[in-house]
């Protein structure tokens, strides 16, 4: 059993009516909040594309971008975007501009300026649809079966996640001490859900069967990074190395030039090279990445 910290009791009773009163602790204990809208004034940046995307390169950011340069891959020119860097840990999420896109003040939020009237689409998953639909059924199958197949995988990920997310990587990486309960409960449903996609992936080469849809866009980023062992430093606790089916349909994915592009996107954090911060043209992923902007700015000062 593990040690209870000098700072938490050993149990805990709830009060009658729950207030809040201080930092629940652990990290982006400065951005949560138990109500909604903006903190601050603060438009957006409109660019030159109709796509506007607003977004970071978290596993929910990674699913958008990948889904937009997958349908600029095949041609859908239609599909060009600008993406621009919110900064969550900043609080940039709580804008009173993107609070307009999406009033649940999560990324990634898109806004469709195609047509007369601008259209919002917020929550990962609906944006996968309405690109799909917009362009042709693009990654998204007509046939009836096909689409039920998707669609039931994209919905599957969209409910699974955050346990995998505000569940397990909460309590066994970001909560201010261990709870051995917490993080049991957690481990255990994330195993479940990796054995639910080894099996699937077992009998089926994607997940919706045959072809690769935005049922796999969706959940490569969050259970394809687990399974290489790149979130939460859990590889290892979750011996992610026994679903070898997950690895083979991981591995086919992130070969894909389009998801090597879209995993740039907006990207923060590690290697220079791999972070492309703000997206305006494709010509950025050779001119505009991090250490290209580092070299400039050096040489110039």
Known sequence: MSETPANQPATYAPPKVWTWNKESGGRFANINRPIAGATH????????????????????????????????????????????????GNGDQFGSGFVEVNP???IPALMDRSGPKPIRVFESGAILI????????????????????????????????????????????????????????????????LDVLDRRLAEAEYLAGDQYTIADMATWPWY????????????????????????RWTDQIAKRPAVKRGRMVNRGFGDPKTQLRERHDASDFELRTQDKLEAAEKAAG
């Open 41 to 88: 004034e603060k438009d957006l940046p409109v660019g030159k594309h109709p796509l506007q995307l607003y977004s970071l390169a978290t596993p929910n950011g990674v699913k958008v971008t990948v889904m937009l340069e997958e349908l600029l891959a095949l041609g859908h020119t239609g599909a060009e975007y600008d993406a621009w860097l919110i900064n969550i």
């Open 104 to 106: 649940n003040s999560k």
């Open 130 to 193: 309405h690109l799909a639909e917009k362009f042709g059924s693009a990654f998204l199958p007509t046939e009836p079966a096909a689409r039920a197949e998707t669609l039931s995988w994209l919905m599957w990920l969209m409910g699974s996640a955050p346990f995998l997310g505000g569940g397990f990587g909460h309590f066994y990486a970001y909560a201010p001490f261990k709870i051995e309960y917490a993080i049991d409960r957690y481990a255990m449903e994330v195993k479940r859900q």
């Open 224 to 247: 394809g990074a687990l399974a290489k062992g790149q979130v939460y430093e859990a590889g290892e606790f979750l011996s992610v190395h026994e679903y070898k089916n997950v690895l």
